[in-house]
């Protein structure tokens, strides 16, 4: 009896090792995994300032800087508005012209519709 007990228990005993060493894989996996992630996170950071960088770069090199960009469609509507302000100045009294002629011209007339009751 002492030999099966004594087997038993170096069973439970194996059990328990195996299980200590299970749930330290699963610890080791789940390290190993957060290292992987964090140095994922880390790598796509650099990666998107790289991309950042280069952006800027291309954009300056291109299109200049943002003041530049303000300052030169600023400008280019200041001319749009002179242009216009020139049109409506050259066009003005003719038009005010054409619009009296219509309100002094007014030929009374009964509407279509008007049906005179007798």
Same mark, same amino acid.
């Given at each position: 009896? &002492?030999?099966? &007990?004594?087997?038993?228990?170096? !069973? !439970?005993?194996?059990?328990?090792?195996?299980? %200590?060493?299970?749930?330290?894989?699963?610890?080791?996996?789940?390290?190993? !995994?957060?290292?992987?992630?964090?140095?994922? &996170?880390?790598?796509?950071?650099?990666?998107?300032?790289?991309? %950042? =960088?280069?952006?800027?770069?291309? %954009?300056?090199?291109?299109?200049?800087? =943002?003041?530049?960009?303000?300052?030169?469609?600023?400008?280019? &509507?200041?001319?749009?508005?002179?242009?216009?302000?020139?049109?409506?100045?050259?066009?003005?009294?003719?038009?005010?012209?054409?619009? !009296?002629?219509?309100?002094?011209?007014?030929?009374? %007339?009964?509407?279509?519709?008007?049906?005179?009751?007798?």
């Amino acid at each position: 009896m &002492t030999s099966q &007990t004594q087997g038993i228990q170096q !069973l !439970l005993a194996a059990e328990k090792k195996a299980a %200590e060493k299970v749930a330290e894989a699963r610890k080791r996996k789940a390290r190993r !995994l957060k290292q992987a992630k964090d140095e994922a &996170t880390e790598e796509i950071e650099k990666y998107r300032q790289e991309r %950042e =960088r280069q952006f800027k770069e291309f %954009e300056a090199k291109h299109m200049g800087s =943002r003041e530049g960009v303000a300052a030169k469609i600023d400008a280019d &509507t200041r001319i749009k508005l002179a242009d216009m302000e020139r049109a409506i100045g050259s066009r003005k009294e003719p038009v005010i012209q054409e619009i !009296l002629q219509y309100v002094y011209n007014i030929s009374p %007339e009964i509407h279509k519709n008007y049906h005179h009751k007798q």
